[in-house]
């Protein structure tokens, strides 16, 4: 069926829809032209689980070989209820991606336990934690391509079956490294169903129920960051530690059917290329760059070549990556984009910021369940205060930006976060817990002032054609930031913390003395071992030391972030024009028309 439009209305319409789900989506559109008002529409629908196409050309006299066609996508429509229980699904795979990455924080005492746990040291901790950032971080932009190729529900499918297969690995681990390679191989699971469920979103709502969508299921981030430490406390008060995996498999399960007999097999028509040269580049460069920071907290010693090899290893592989992808037509992570000023300031601010988040996140887990001996479930309900925070944040900080230029929201507040994360280096052995849940708030609110506008500003500023390839720069630069963080974070603890420990060691024996240095919960267990609570004391003050050393530092390095911004972000905001109110009656016929 074709018709032709010749009221400027209907393909602002279109073209406002598109330019709103194009971020989350993550399709990189090559556009060489402005859509003229005036456009000749072509649309073709065929099967459900298939595409509709469509092609937006100039009208006159213009060369195909310089205007070349455009293919978007329109979705098929689906029964409202049907897309309501579409929702549904996706909101329960996001409210698991988010549990399991809030969960681990509330275990990490327990795992480090010789008893209860698997007695992992603090660089296998880093890891733990670090091998499903650092998967999720690397493959997310590969996995948007997959989902082009294959279709979104295909790939969505393989990462909820490699997230549950891997989450039941996890919870069976018999030790430290088959928990790692179980983590990283779920971070595979988590960085396939990601964009999928973004893109499966965007495909099954159309016009205001778009928005409407996104707004419900953002709410997921939320719920998720509140209940995950809260559940995690809950299991691991009744349950093993291997328990806040366990809860994974069913409910993954649940979504799997979900998705078989409700979602069609979405797909986009223009394939994006694999790029495995830029995949096995960025994963080994950061492998190596990660392994050799936290093999300086396990050796205290950065002359080693064990520790600097790797690190250099890690810089000339991340070099070689981004030369690599400066040479493609169509690169998964375009670096061209630093050169923006605002972008690439904007996205090392938030590296930075997310950087401050993980370490600090690391450093409060065993603050909270070591130091001052919470339970599980205390220390989970202990850090609703930040989920709070930034649930209140994100909408807040639209609003505001609203009426003041980002710089004066966004510097501020990073500031801000900044200072809360250096105010651990206050927090001691007998601080009132009013004090740390205040503290909490406050920092989870001003992350989330940041985080959400400033992201936004910087997709939004960019070219339509490339807002796909600014996406993935953006959240892979996000998770390395946050790979980093606990790589240098818990590095700079385990340092501070050995060096602290040593005055209490002398006259005791050898093998006490070794498992004393490791971390604070070794200390603890050998000093209930031998009955010798003045250990288990010094090895208490030893951690707080190490604490306030590291708070200092990832406080300078996220103030940094705020510098950064102040510089790279304009001291006002662009004035824009109001867009042109088109006529109801012509935007209802567009709507339809749209999905026809």
């Known amino acids: 069926m074709e018709f032709a439009r010749s009221q400027p209305s209907g393909s602002e319409i279109l073209d406002s829809q598109i330019r709103r789900g194009i971020n ?269 920071l936290i093999r300086a907290g396990q050796v205290a010693a950065w002359g080693r070549t064990d520790v600097w090899a790797p690190i250099v290893v890690g810089l000339v592989l991340l070099a070689v990556f981004v030369l690599v992808e400066l040479r493609l037509k169509a690169p998964s992570f375009d670096p061209r984009l630093f050169a923006q000023r605002a972008f690439g300031g904007g996205n090392v601010a938030l590296g930075l910021l997310l950087f401050g988040v993980a370490a600090i996140t690391f450093y409060n887990a065993f603050y909270l369940q070591g130091a001052l001996g919470f339970s599980p479930m205390k220390a989970g309900l202990a850090n609703i205060p930040t989920a709070l925070g930034a649930l209140a944040g994100a909408p807040l900080a639209s609003r505001l930006v609203r009426r003041l230029p980002l710089r004066l929201v966004a510097v501020p507040a990073l500031t801000v976060a900044a200072l809360t994360m250096g105010g651990y280096a206050f927090l001691g052995l007998q601080t009132p817990l009013v004090w740390i849940e205040i503290l909490l708030l406050v920092q989870g609110l001003s992350v989330g002032l940041v985080i959400g506008p400033v992201t936004a500003a910087l997709i939004s500023d960019l070219p339509l054609e490339q807002a796909g390839a600014g996406s993935a720069v953006t959240n892979t630069v996000r998770q390395t930031g946050s790979v980093i963080g606990i790589a240098v974070g818990g590095t700079i603890m385990s340092i501070m913390y050995r060096g602290a420990i040593e005055p209490s060691l002398e006259g005791a024996s050898g093998p006490v003395q070794e498992q004393a240095r490791v971390s604070a919960e070794q200390a603890r267990h050998v000093a209930a071992t031998i009955h010798q609570p003045s250990l288990a004391e010094a090895a208490d003050h030893a951690f707080i030391h190490a604490m306030h050393v590291g708070a200092g530092w990832i406080a300078a390095i996220a103030l940094l972030g705020a510098a950064v911004l102040l510089i790279t972000l304009p001291a006002a905001g662009k004035k824009k024009a109001p867009a042109p109110q088109p006529d109801r009656e012509e935007a209802r016929s567009a709507e339809a028309r749209s999905t026809v």
Not at 265 to 285: E, H, K, W
């Open 24 to 292: 989350l989506l993550g399709l990189q559109i090559r556009q060489r032209h402005t859509v003229r008002p005036a456009a000749t529409v072509s649309a073709r629908k065929t099967e459900l689980d298939s595409v509709v196409e469509v092609a937006y050309i100039p009208i006159g006299q213009v060369s195909a070989h310089r205007y070349p066609k455009v293919f978007m996508t329109v979705p098929p429509a689906l029964p409202k209820s049907r897309q309501q229980l579409i929702l549904s699904i996706l909101m329960l795979c996001s409210l698991l991606i988010w549990i399991e990455n809030t969960v681990l924080s509330t275990t990490l005492e327990t795992l480090a336990d010789p008893v209860r746990g698997l007695g992992a040291d603090p660089g296998q901790l880093q890891w733990a934690t670090g091998a499903y950032t650092l998967a999720f971080a690397t493959l997310m932009f590969t996995a948007g391509a997959l989902g082009d190729r294959f279709g979104h529900r295909t790939v969505f499918s393989s990462g909820l079956a490699i997230f549950a297969a891997s989450s039941l690995w996890a919870a069976y681990a018999s030790g430290a490294a088959e928990l790692i390679a179980a983590r990283a191989a779920m971070g595979v699971g988590s960085a396939l169903i990601t964009p999928a469920m973004m893109a499966i979103l965007m495909w099954t709502f159309t016009g205001p129920s778009r928005a409407a969508a996104i707004g419900i299921f953002s709410t997921s981030a939320g719920v998720g960051m509140a209940a995950g430490p809260v559940l995690a406390g809950f299991l691991l008060d009744h349950f093993w530690w291997g328990s806040v995996f366990l809860i994974n498999v069913p409910v993954a399960a649940l979504a799997f059917v979900g998705l078989a007999v409700l979602v069609p097999n979405f797909r986009s028509p223009t394939r994006r290329p694999l790029d495995p040269a830029g995949m096995l580049l960025s994963i080994s460069g950061l492998v190596a760059l990660a392994y050799g």
